[in-house]
């Protein structure tokens, strides 16, 4: 068990950063570039008409205007990517063009001047438990089975002791990372297209890019050394650039493109809202005799993305019977996407709420209800675990929170004015790798390991050359990672928490071929990787929570949060707790802040700006700790880790929510947890 919170700790390219002169997409010295500046469909369904750009074109400093009639044609099927190539619009905020100027002053004045003819058609873009174009996609994300099930769900709620049946609600949710997303564009007169862009994964972008353009992946670089911050919105290849790269080779001269944090809403992708509908029995001992979890979402009217929010609940939990489902509305919104932990975040929420009301029905504490349900195999699968450390977080959890001893009574405990109450819940997230390479020679006296790994504020940089360090035998000070461009070898994104364990094994590898060669090794896991199954491979982890709740305002704040995880082997300390502690951070800020509006009146997403959208800020996190537990575990990658990027914010919203039923009685199962649906329900 990690004892201490390690907080000092070298970056590799920490120096770089604080004296600015590691560049961001948007700062790379290119010269001669020029600004496009989007148009934005303000329909959310329909048709563009005429466009006029008479007097756009005869503002200062305007090259041109790209829509629909002058656009060049896709070698791709991807509707958000396939720019200005229909006249159809699908959703608010929708790309139909860009003026490019001079300026982006100058791009921004001319883009107001542009007069677009729209033909809207009805739109529909709120999801609801009645809606009535339900439909079951064939699979959901990244590639599982939509509904599964065993036992007699049916059998074993009637004959269950107690039942709980609620529904819980998440909205939609967009991801900020500091850095907007943006692009610089520049073709050379070979044809061969460079990318600054900020990327999860120069590898996939590269592919992309070149995908949607018809191009050859030989043809396209990808430069993006330092990214800030992404949580699953850098990656994948956003339209900006796409429009980037056109609007270079319409003008023929490097072409910038910046998102603004308000244009982000509706091109960066987003978290699908969430229905969630819980049913679970139990005998009076606790065992779960029934678990179903069926879920609704939302997905565009022209790109799928069927997020896998009950896909944890097929992990947890032993119950005889169970059931998970999915299903999907089309609405007319921008394609949802990736933002940290997708499904298991809001289906943790969900599952772990359920098991709150489950040990309030019962008058079971409810790290023992959790206790007495953890399975000896993966209960939908049948797999052993590779390992499954969820009872020892629990325990080591509640020891060093003072759980013991706790009076389960909703309602009772003041502090001054403030009604007080603790909660629990657990967390978890699949282990994972994929295929990569890297290389590693020596050189100068040191090492030089490279690979098209992306560090998206992660510290993947660092946590690499740790790696190499410890397999070549030397001081870390003596290796060099080179990371972020697609020119070096194919790696996998920064997602799915897979980063270390994908890059690491390429990189061990590529190190011990060096060992042997002296001079320089390669390595390439696809077959090694292809080798990973036969086992359940999930990380696991424990969160409580302490919350103040102010009884005249609703008012919730949060002094205490605390994690024990289980993730495997820890890497590098340092890095790992800020991993946890702001994938905990970022559960607290969706427990009682996050949440984008939907205006069914006009369509598209409001309240677009962090002024609106609100992030939990330093105020808001007095103490957030992270413990772990040191796993060692045969099954996993030589390195031993499982990924510690996204566990952290899973069950974190739920041990909250259910703090506040603790301090309150009251029970909101609908997030965010605001002073509001508190009041009202009180
Ligand atoms: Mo993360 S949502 O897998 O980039």
Redesign the pocket.
């Known amino acids: 068990m990690s004892d201490t919170h390690p907080i000092e700790g070298h970056r590799a390219e920490g120096r770089d950063k604080v004296t600015g002169a590691a560049w961001y997409a948007f700062e790379h010295p290119v010269p001669d570039a020029v600004y496009a500046y989007p148009l934005q469909a303000p329909i959310a369904s329909g048709r563009i008409g005429a466009v006029d750009t008479a007097e756009a074109l005869a503002m200062p400093g305007v090259i041109t205007v790209l829509w629909g009639g002058v656009a060049i044609p896709f070698g791709t099927e991807n509707f958000e990517l396939a720019l200005f190539e229909r006249s159809e619009v699908t959703y608010r905020g929708q790309l139909v063009g860009a003026v490019i100027a001079d300026t982006l002053e100058n791009a921004r004045a001319a883009a107001a001047a542009v007069r677009v003819d729209y033909a809207p058609d009805e739109h529909d873009v709120v999801l609801r438990a009645d809606h009535p174009d339900q439909f079951r996609p064939e699979k959901i994300n990244p590639a599982l089975p939509t509904d599964t099930g065993y036992g007699d769900v049916a059998a074993g709620l009637a004959g269950a002791t107690v039942r709980v049946a609620a529904t819980y609600t998440t909205p939609v949710q967009h991801n900020n990372p500091m850095e907007p997303h943006a692009a610089i564009a520049s073709w050379d007169s070979a044809g061969v297209l460079t990318v600054y862009d900020s990327t999860?994964g120069p590898t996939a972008d590269r592919d992309t890019i070149a995908a949607v353009l018809g191009l050859d992946p030989d043809q396209v670089r990808v430069v993006s050394p330092h990214v800030g911050g992404?949580?699953?919105?850098?990656?994948t290849t956003r339209p900006h650039v796409i429009l980037a790269a056109i609007a270079a080779r319409a003008v023929d001269r490097p072409v910038k493109v910046a998102m603004t944090r308000q244009q982000m809403f509706a091109l960066a992708g987003h978290r699908t809202p969430t229905i969630q509908r819980m049913e679970l029995g139990a005998s009076a001992d606790g065992r779960l005799t029934a678990l179903a979890h069926d879920v609704l979402e939302h997905t565009a009217t022209r790109t799928e993305f069927a997020e896998q929010t009950a896909a944890c609940t097929r992990v947890m939990y032993g119950a005889r019977a169970m059931r998970t489902t999915h299903r999907l509305v089309r609405l007319n919104v921008p394609a949802p996407s990736?933002?940290?932990?997708?499904g298991e975040t809001p289906g943790m929420y969900a599952l772990e709420s359920a098991m709150d009301e489950l040990a309030v029905a019962l008058g079971m504490d409810p790290v023992e209800l959790r206790v007495v349900n953890d399975p000896s195999a993966e209960p939908e699968s049948g797999l052993p675990f590779s390992s499954r450390n969820l009872v020892a977080c629990l325990r080591a959890g509640a020891e060093r929170f003072g759980w013991a001893g706790r009076d389960p009574r909703p309602g009772v405990r003041r502090r001054g004015r403030w009604l007080t109450g603790t909660g629990v819940a657990a967390s978890t997230y699949p282990a994972r790798r994929r295929p990569s390479t890297a290389t590693a020679s020596a050189v100068d006296g040191g090492y030089e390991v490279r690979i098209a790994a992306a560090d998206?504020g992660t510290g993947a940089r660092t946590a690499l050359g740790d790696i190499a360090a410890s397999v070549l035998g030397v001081d870390a000070a003596r290796v060099r990672v080179v990371l972020g461009y697609s020119a070096l070898p194919d790696a996998p994104?920064?997602?799915?928490?897979?980063g270390t364990a994908s890059w690491g094994s390429a990189v061990a590898g590529a190190c011990e071929a060096l060992l042997k060669d002296g001079e320089h090794g390669s390595a390439d896991t696809a077959d090694d990787v292809a080798k990973d199954g036969g086992w359940a491979r999930h990380s696991f982890g424990a969160q409580f929570a302490e919350v103040l709740v102010d009884p005249l305002t609703g008012e919730v704040r949060v002094p205490r949060l605390l994690g024990v995880f289980a993730a495997g082997h820890i890497i590098n300390p340092v890095l790992a707790r800020s991993q946890f502690i702001g994938g905990m951070t970022m559960g607290l800020s969706m427990a009682l802040f996050e949440e984008t509006a939907v205006d069914a009146t006009a369509g598209g997403f409001v309240r677009a700006d962090l002024a609106q959208y609100h992030v939990a800020s330093c105020a808001d996190v007095p103490s957030v700790e992270a413990f772990w537990i040191e796993e060692v575990d045969p099954h996993l990658w030589p390195g031993g880790g499982k990924g510690i990027?996204?566990i952290g914010i899973t069950g974190t919203a739920a041990a909250i929510g259910n703090a506040v039923y603790h301090a309150t009685g009251h029970r909101v199962r609908d997030l965010p947890i605001t002073p509001a649906k508190l009041l009202a329900t009180a």
């Open positions: 999860q992404g949580f699953g919105s850098k990656g990736w933002m940290r932990a997708p998206i994104l920064a997602g799915g928490s897979m990027g996204e």
